[in-house]
């Protein structure tokens, strides 16, 4: 075959590492494909079509922040922060409670998506347990987690679709609170 490997051969250079590292890369990896096919769901919301696509790109510089160099800044942080508030106003009275992960197409991918972001997270630990991540990248990750919850439910506001409260039997209900400055 000449002198290198066919590289169609090799669907990612790392994953025949043992270290977490390449579980956080492949598991990053497919949140930002469920944010871009979620994307694609909401093409008529303009501006939540526009926020995820920025969401794709900011979690690919998640994913590169870990083995390379840190791509993910303070303002990227505060930027993400600010999209949440912008959601959760837009959500206020539907976020109180647990809700179910149900609705439109495009909440239902969102709900993926958010799941998706927590497995991001858990490889984002396991990865700290063998070397140092600056914990920028997990109040992003988190963070990221709970913004894509509340578009999720913004998602289904726009779509004139109610969300369905969930009442746990296993642990006690805890609602909300609106922080007072």
């Known amino acids: ?5 066919d590289m169609r051969y090799l669907c990612y250079p790392y994953m025949r590492e043992a270290q ?17 096919q979620a994307a694609s769901l909401v093409v ?25 160099k840190m791509a993910i800044s303070a303002a990227d942080v505060h930027k993400l922060s600010d999209l949440y508030d912008r959601y959760v106003e837009e959500t206020e009275e539907s976020i109180k409670q647990f809700v179910l992960p149900q609705g439109s197409a495009a909440a239902c991918a969102l709900h993926v998506c958010r799941s998706e972001a927590k497995k991001t997270v858990r490889a984002l ?40 409260p969930f009442v746990s039997k296993s642990y006690p209900v805890k609602t909300r609170k609106k922080e007072i400055n």
């Open 20 to 36: 977490t590292t390449v579980d956080f890369e492949i598991q990053s990896d497919a949140l930002a494909v469920r944010i871009g």
């Open 125 to 164: 630990h396991r990865v700290s347990l063998e070397r140092e991540v600056p914990e920028r990248l997990f109040d992003y990750a988190h963070l990221l987690a709970n913004v894509l919850f509340v578009m999720a439910v913004y998602a289904n506001k726009r779509q004139g679709i109610e969300e369905i």
């Open 1 to 5: 075959m000449g002198k290198g490997k």
């Open 44 to 68: 008529p919301l303009e501006e939540l079509h526009s926020d995820l696509l920025k969401l794709v790109e900011m979690v690919y510089h998640l994913n590169g922040s870990v083995r390379g």
